[in-house]
């Protein structure tokens, strides 16, 4: 079967190659649309073969990009970007890969097994927007390869950061504003501005720009400023489970759970940072030690069940067990 599916991604290949050579000697837009759909062909064989483990992901995307800077030469040079849409492109593929049954069938001791594999290539295929960054002028080695993507990374995160003190800086605005004039409207305001840091800092962290720790300093340090002004003077702890932390009061077996989520917000419960540590440490503590008596209470309760199907190995003691 993996024979045969690379079999098929030489023989677009050199479909693709040939389409390129004819638009070389006659650059018609009939030549140009045979050209992007054996392009198409290629593309979708190659992805096939790498959803079905027949290619590796970095060897998929060397062979789109290689036909991608054949493509780029001729149409866009300089242009470091092309977006092409397989949906109408399914049909092409499709009927290229009825047209080489002979080719693969080598590779099938049968001709029923051959059909089996066409036909789950064909009910798998997706509409897909496949993107490739690939032209002559962009070419290089691969350290120059890893340059150009770094550097598009970079301008990427800075445009993240750039956001989060941007917005940062209207939320502190806002309360500056609040503090003038505390009115509901100001304060409405501010709780708006103080959501959008949040949005864009936790936006930051599901990217990868901003690590999980830097996260959640730039949302205290804002959540701070606004405890500040709306709630001064009161330390808010809030737990997600109905019972309180202190009692450790929960059910495994109803799937409650009991997750230490603490705003230490306020000027007066802010603290310094060994002390905010020894807070938490604590309360990873208790939460640790009751799980742990968990284990150990349901390891008990798992042992009298075996003593009791010793006594009696009846089916019922077997299901308790």
Same mark, same amino acid.
């Given at each position: ?68 800077? #054949? ?156 405890? #500040? ?93």
């Amino acid at each position: 079967r993996n024979q045969a599916y690379k079999s098929q991604v030489r023989t677009f290949t050199k479909k693709f190659m040939a389409a390129c050579e004819i638009y070389d000697q006659d650059p018609s837009p009939e030549n140009r649309s045979a050209m992007e759909s054996a392009l198409g062909v290629v593309y979708g064989i190659v992805d096939k073969c790498e959803s079905k483990g027949v290619l590796h992901k970095n060897t998929a995307n060397r062979r789109k990009a290689k036909v991608g800077r #054949q493509y780029s030469q001729r149409t866009q040079p300089g242009v470091a970007m092309m977006a092409f849409s397989s949906e109408s492109e399914l049909s092409d593929v499709e009927s290229a890969l009825e047209s080489e049954l002979d080719v693969a069938m080598m590779a099938f001791s049968s001709e029923s097994e051959f059909y089996y594999m066409s036909s789950d290539m064909d009910s798998d295929a997706e509409g897909e927007t496949i993107a490739m960054f690939a032209t002559a002028a962009s070419k290089g080695t691969s350290p120059a390869k890893r340059a150009r993507q770094d550097q598009v990374r970079r301008r990427r995160n800075q445009a993240y950061k750039s956001q989060v003190r941007t917005f940062t800086k209207k939320f502190m605005a806002a309360c500056e504003i609040y503090d003038q004039d505390p009115s509901p409207e100001n304060r409405s305001a501010m709780e708006s501005a103080l959501g959008v840091v949040y949005g864009i800092v936790d936006k930051c962290e599901s990217k990868g720009v901003l690590h999980k720790n830097t996260a959640n300093r730039r949302k205290a340090k804002v959540g701070r400023q606004y405890s #500040q002004r709306t709630q001064p003077g009161v330390a808010i702890m809030a737990f997600s489970s109905e019972s309180e932390l202190s009692d450790m009061d929960f059910d495994i077996d109803s799937g409650a759970e009991v997750q230490s989520i603490a705003m230490f917000a306020t000027a007066a419960s802010k603290g310094t940072s060994p002390a905010k540590r020894a807070r938490q440490d604590q309360v990873r503590r208790r939460r640790n030690q009751a799980y742990k008596s968990q284990v150990r209470t349901f390891t008990k309760k798992f042992m009298a069940a075996c003593e009791i199907y010793d006594q009696d190995p009846s089916p019922e003691n077997r299901s308790a067990m």
